[in-house]
Protein backbone atom coordinates (compact mmCIF):
# COMPACT_ATOMS: atom_id res chain seq x y z
CA UNK A 1 0.00 0.00 0.00
CA UNK A 2 1.42 3.42 -1.15
CA UNK A 3 0.91 6.11 0.90
CA UNK A 4 1.47 9.99 -0.25
CA UNK A 5 4.44 12.11 -1.50
CA UNK A 6 5.35 14.66 1.12
CA UNK A 7 8.04 17.28 1.80
CA UNK A 8 9.47 18.17 4.69
CA UNK A 9 10.76 22.22 5.48
CA UNK A 10 14.70 22.42 5.28
CA UNK A 11 18.01 22.47 3.52
CA UNK A 12 18.17 21.12 0.09
CA UNK A 13 21.76 20.61 -0.95
CA UNK A 14 22.99 19.29 -4.39
CA UNK A 15 22.48 15.93 -4.52
CA UNK A 16 19.60 16.01 -6.53
CA UNK A 17 21.73 17.65 -9.64
CA UNK A 18 23.99 15.29 -9.24
CA UNK A 19 21.60 11.76 -8.87
CA UNK A 20 18.47 12.83 -10.54
CA UNK A 21 18.62 12.40 -13.99
CA UNK A 22 20.95 9.27 -13.03
CA UNK A 23 17.96 7.33 -11.33
CA UNK A 24 16.94 4.49 -14.22
CA UNK A 25 20.60 3.92 -14.82
CA UNK A 26 20.35 4.04 -10.74
CA UNK A 27 17.69 1.56 -10.45
CA UNK A 28 19.14 -0.71 -13.42
CA UNK A 29 22.88 -0.74 -12.66
CA UNK A 30 23.77 -0.39 -9.09
CA UNK A 31 24.34 -3.30 -6.83
CA UNK A 32 21.88 -3.74 -4.06
CA UNK A 33 22.13 -4.83 -0.33
CA UNK A 34 23.29 -8.50 -0.08
CA UNK A 35 20.97 -10.86 1.09
CA UNK A 36 23.08 -11.79 4.58
CA UNK A 37 23.21 -7.92 5.55
CA UNK A 38 19.69 -7.62 4.55
CA UNK A 39 18.88 -10.85 7.27
CA UNK A 40 20.91 -8.94 9.77
CA UNK A 41 18.64 -6.05 9.60
CA UNK A 42 15.58 -7.94 9.50
CA UNK A 43 16.90 -9.47 12.91
CA UNK A 44 16.78 -6.53 14.60
CA UNK A 45 13.12 -5.83 13.40
CA UNK A 46 12.35 -9.51 14.59
CA UNK A 47 9.46 -10.04 17.38
CA UNK A 48 8.58 -5.99 17.18
CA UNK A 49 4.97 -5.52 16.67
CA UNK A 50 4.23 -4.03 13.37
CA UNK A 51 7.81 -2.77 13.09
CA UNK A 52 9.17 0.67 10.46
CA UNK A 53 11.74 1.87 9.12
CA UNK A 54 13.22 5.01 7.99
CA UNK A 55 15.71 4.81 5.08
CA UNK A 56 17.17 8.06 4.57
CA UNK A 57 18.80 8.41 1.15
CA UNK A 58 16.76 5.96 -0.31
CA UNK A 59 17.67 6.17 -4.35
CA UNK A 60 15.63 4.10 -5.84
CA UNK A 61 14.50 2.03 -2.92
CA UNK A 62 17.05 -0.85 -2.75
CA UNK A 63 17.15 -1.06 0.77
CA UNK A 64 13.17 -1.22 1.41
CA UNK A 65 13.11 -3.61 -1.04
CA UNK A 66 15.80 -5.69 0.15
CA UNK A 67 13.77 -5.64 3.70
CA UNK A 68 10.52 -6.65 2.15
CA UNK A 69 12.04 -9.70 1.23
CA UNK A 70 14.21 -10.65 4.49
CA UNK A 71 11.43 -9.14 7.03
CA UNK A 72 7.92 -10.05 5.73
CA UNK A 73 6.24 -8.27 8.71
CA UNK A 74 7.40 -4.97 8.10
CA UNK A 75 4.26 -2.82 8.22
CA UNK A 76 5.82 1.18 7.50
CA UNK A 77 8.19 2.40 5.21
CA UNK A 78 8.92 6.20 5.47
CA UNK A 79 11.78 6.22 2.48
CA UNK A 80 13.49 9.83 1.96
CA UNK A 81 15.62 11.88 -0.28
CA UNK A 82 16.54 14.86 -1.57
CA UNK A 83 15.80 13.82 -5.26
CA UNK A 84 12.08 13.68 -6.43
CA UNK A 85 13.11 11.74 -9.91
CA UNK A 86 14.69 8.83 -6.94
CA UNK A 87 11.29 8.77 -5.14
CA UNK A 88 9.35 8.53 -8.48
CA UNK A 89 11.71 5.26 -9.28
CA UNK A 90 11.47 4.29 -5.57
CA UNK A 91 7.60 4.21 -6.11
CA UNK A 92 7.24 1.81 -8.89
CA UNK A 93 10.31 -0.72 -7.34
CA UNK A 94 8.31 -0.64 -4.05
CA UNK A 95 4.65 -0.68 -5.55
CA UNK A 96 4.37 -4.48 -6.65
CA UNK A 97 6.26 -6.02 -3.92
CA UNK A 98 4.92 -3.76 -0.82
CA UNK A 99 1.68 -6.27 0.08
CA UNK A 100 0.34 -4.32 3.03
CA UNK A 101 3.30 -2.44 4.62
CA UNK A 102 2.37 0.93 3.86
CA UNK A 103 4.46 3.68 2.57
CA UNK A 104 5.73 7.35 2.78
CA UNK A 105 7.67 8.94 0.25
CA UNK A 106 9.70 12.03 1.50
CA UNK A 107 11.31 14.66 -0.33
CA UNK A 108 13.69 15.97 1.97
CA UNK A 109 17.13 16.41 2.89
CA UNK A 110 18.20 13.64 5.48
CA UNK A 111 18.68 15.69 8.26
CA UNK A 112 15.51 17.66 7.66
CA UNK A 113 13.13 14.61 7.73
CA UNK A 114 10.29 14.85 10.00
CA UNK A 115 7.36 12.40 11.09
CA UNK A 116 3.87 13.44 10.29
CA UNK A 117 2.30 14.93 13.40
CA UNK A 118 0.56 11.91 15.60
CA UNK A 119 2.70 9.50 13.64
CA UNK A 120 3.76 8.24 16.56
CA UNK A 121 2.96 4.77 16.16
CA UNK A 122 5.37 4.57 12.98
CA UNK A 123 8.42 5.37 14.92
CA UNK A 124 10.98 3.77 13.30
CA UNK A 125 12.76 0.84 14.99
CA UNK A 126 15.23 0.53 12.45
CA UNK A 127 16.97 4.01 10.37
CA UNK A 128 18.65 2.73 7.75
CA UNK A 129 21.33 4.88 5.27
CA UNK A 130 23.07 3.14 2.43
CA UNK A 131 25.82 4.40 0.24
CA UNK A 132 24.84 8.01 0.59
CA UNK A 133 26.03 8.72 4.19
CA UNK A 134 28.92 10.97 3.18
CA UNK A 135 26.69 13.58 1.49
CA UNK A 136 25.10 14.55 4.31
CA UNK A 137 25.27 16.15 7.26
CA UNK A 138 26.19 13.51 9.85
CA UNK A 139 26.23 14.98 12.92
CA UNK A 140 22.63 16.19 12.10
CA UNK A 141 21.35 13.17 10.68
CA UNK A 142 22.32 10.96 13.64
CA UNK A 143 20.50 13.59 15.99
CA UNK A 144 17.71 13.89 13.91
CA UNK A 145 17.62 9.76 14.19
CA UNK A 146 18.22 9.80 18.24
CA UNK A 147 14.76 12.27 18.13
CA UNK A 148 12.40 10.18 15.77
CA UNK A 149 13.45 6.46 16.53
CA UNK A 150 11.98 4.11 18.80
CA UNK A 151 13.20 4.06 22.25
CA UNK A 152 14.95 0.11 21.63
CA UNK A 153 15.91 1.29 17.72
CA UNK A 154 19.30 0.47 15.70
CA UNK A 155 20.62 2.73 13.14
CA UNK A 156 22.64 0.70 10.00
CA UNK A 157 25.32 2.74 8.18
CA UNK A 158 26.33 0.83 5.28
CA UNK A 159 28.17 0.67 1.93
CA UNK A 160 30.93 -0.76 -0.21
CA UNK A 161 32.56 1.69 -1.55
CA UNK A 162 32.72 2.28 -5.59
CA UNK A 163 34.71 0.97 -8.90
CA UNK A 164 36.22 4.43 -7.97
CA UNK A 165 38.04 2.90 -5.11
CA UNK A 166 38.10 -0.92 -5.76
CA UNK A 167 41.38 -1.32 -6.70
CA UNK A 168 41.78 -4.15 -9.55
CA UNK A 169 43.97 -3.57 -12.85
CA UNK A 170 40.49 -3.14 -14.81
CA UNK A 171 39.42 -0.45 -12.65
CA UNK A 172 42.36 1.39 -12.08
CA UNK A 173 43.16 1.59 -15.89
CA UNK A 174 39.17 3.30 -16.30
CA UNK A 175 40.06 5.72 -13.39
CA UNK A 176 42.84 6.72 -15.53
CA UNK A 177 41.23 6.93 -18.56
CA UNK A 178 38.25 9.12 -16.64
CA UNK A 179 41.10 11.53 -15.17
CA UNK A 180 42.37 11.86 -19.06
CA UNK A 181 38.94 13.30 -19.90
CA UNK A 182 37.93 15.18 -16.81
CA UNK A 183 41.22 15.67 -14.94
CA UNK A 184 43.02 14.56 -11.58
CA UNK A 185 40.52 15.02 -8.73
CA UNK A 186 38.06 13.11 -8.34
CA UNK A 187 34.48 14.94 -9.20
CA UNK A 188 31.28 15.45 -7.46
CA UNK A 189 28.87 16.60 -9.88
CA UNK A 190 30.24 19.46 -12.18
CA UNK A 191 30.61 21.99 -10.06
CA UNK A 192 32.77 20.82 -7.56
CA UNK A 193 35.56 18.01 -6.64
CA UNK A 194 34.79 15.56 -4.25
CA UNK A 195 36.08 15.10 -0.66
CA UNK A 196 36.65 13.02 1.87
CA UNK A 197 34.87 13.13 4.89
CA UNK A 198 36.68 14.33 7.65
CA UNK A 199 36.69 11.58 9.98
CA UNK A 200 34.91 8.45 9.84
CA UNK A 201 31.61 7.12 10.25
CA UNK A 202 32.44 5.17 13.56
CA UNK A 203 33.75 8.33 14.27
CA UNK A 204 30.51 9.99 13.65
CA UNK A 205 28.92 7.71 15.59
CA UNK A 206 30.99 7.38 18.79
CA UNK A 207 30.26 11.01 18.76
CA UNK A 208 26.38 10.35 18.70
CA UNK A 209 23.82 8.67 20.76
CA UNK A 210 24.41 6.03 18.43
CA UNK A 211 28.08 5.01 20.39
CA UNK A 212 27.42 1.58 20.76
CA UNK A 213 28.66 0.25 17.61
CA UNK A 214 29.13 -3.35 15.78
CA UNK A 215 30.96 -3.72 12.52
CA UNK A 216 29.45 -6.49 10.02
CA UNK A 217 31.35 -6.85 7.36
CA UNK A 218 29.65 -9.73 4.33
CA UNK A 219 32.06 -10.54 1.35
CA UNK A 220 30.60 -10.20 -2.13
CA UNK A 221 31.83 -11.41 -5.89
CA UNK A 222 30.44 -9.53 -8.49
CA UNK A 223 31.17 -10.01 -12.39
CA UNK A 224 30.61 -7.21 -14.04
CA UNK A 225 29.68 -7.10 -17.80
CA UNK A 226 31.68 -4.50 -19.69
CA UNK A 227 27.90 -2.77 -21.25
CA UNK A 228 27.09 -2.79 -16.92
CA UNK A 229 30.17 -1.02 -16.08
CA UNK A 230 29.32 2.00 -18.62
CA UNK A 231 25.63 2.05 -17.07
CA UNK A 232 26.84 1.64 -14.16
CA UNK A 233 29.15 4.98 -14.42
CA UNK A 234 26.23 7.09 -15.36
CA UNK A 235 24.82 6.26 -12.30
CA UNK A 236 28.06 8.12 -10.49
CA UNK A 237 28.64 11.54 -9.43
CA UNK A 238 32.41 11.45 -10.83
CA UNK A 239 31.34 9.63 -14.43
CA UNK A 240 28.04 11.06 -14.64
CA UNK A 241 27.17 12.13 -18.82
CA UNK A 242 27.01 16.05 -18.02
CA UNK A 243 30.46 15.85 -17.28
CA UNK A 244 31.53 15.08 -20.27
CA UNK A 245 29.74 17.39 -22.22
CA UNK A 246 29.81 16.46 -25.87
CA UNK A 247 32.79 14.39 -25.54
CA UNK A 248 30.50 11.39 -23.79
CA UNK A 249 30.33 9.62 -26.39
CA UNK A 250 33.31 9.24 -27.12
CA UNK A 251 34.45 8.48 -23.54
CA UNK A 252 32.07 5.35 -23.14
CA UNK A 253 33.61 4.05 -27.14
CA UNK A 254 36.58 4.36 -25.31
CA UNK A 255 36.18 2.90 -21.86
CA UNK A 256 33.93 -0.07 -23.42
CA UNK A 257 37.00 -0.84 -25.95
CA UNK A 258 39.13 -0.92 -22.59
CA UNK A 259 36.74 -3.00 -20.37
CA UNK A 260 36.58 -5.29 -23.17
CA UNK A 261 39.90 -5.78 -23.08
CA UNK A 262 40.38 -6.18 -19.23
CA UNK A 263 37.17 -8.49 -19.49
CA UNK A 264 37.97 -12.65 -18.80
CA UNK A 265 35.50 -14.63 -20.05
CA UNK A 266 33.01 -11.46 -21.15
CA UNK A 267 33.06 -10.42 -17.06
CA UNK A 268 35.27 -8.17 -14.92
CA UNK A 269 35.57 -8.93 -11.57
CA UNK A 270 34.80 -7.18 -8.10
CA UNK A 271 35.76 -8.85 -4.77
CA UNK A 272 33.98 -6.07 -2.77
CA UNK A 273 33.01 -5.83 1.06
CA UNK A 274 29.77 -4.64 2.38
CA UNK A 275 30.00 -3.55 5.52
CA UNK A 276 27.46 -2.71 8.30
CA UNK A 277 28.09 -0.52 11.31
CA UNK A 278 24.83 -1.55 13.24
CA UNK A 279 24.33 1.29 16.08
CA UNK A 280 22.22 1.25 19.32
CA UNK A 281 22.22 4.26 21.63
CA UNK A 282 24.90 3.88 24.41
CA UNK A 283 22.87 4.68 27.27
CA UNK A 284 19.95 1.84 26.14
CA UNK A 285 16.73 2.72 25.64
CA UNK A 286 15.90 6.99 25.72
Not at 145 to 171: C, F, N, R
Not at 225 to 233: C, H, N, Q, T
Request: aromatic share 6%; charged share 20%; proline share 7%.
Amino acid sequence: MTGPHTSSPGRTPEQPALFGAAAPDYERYRPGVPTAAAELLAGVLQGRPNPALLDLGTGTGQVPRALLSAAPGLAHIEAVDVSQQMLDQAQDALAPVLGRCTLRLVHAAADAYAPLPGAEAHAPDLITCCGAFHWMDRPAVLAMADQVAAPDAAVAIMGDGSLWTYEADWTRALRELIQHYLGAERRAGTDAAYREPDRSYEEDLAASAWNDVTEHPYSVDRAWAPKDVIGYLRSTSFASPELFGERHAAFEDEARTLLDSHACGGSLTEHAVFTVLLARRGGGAR
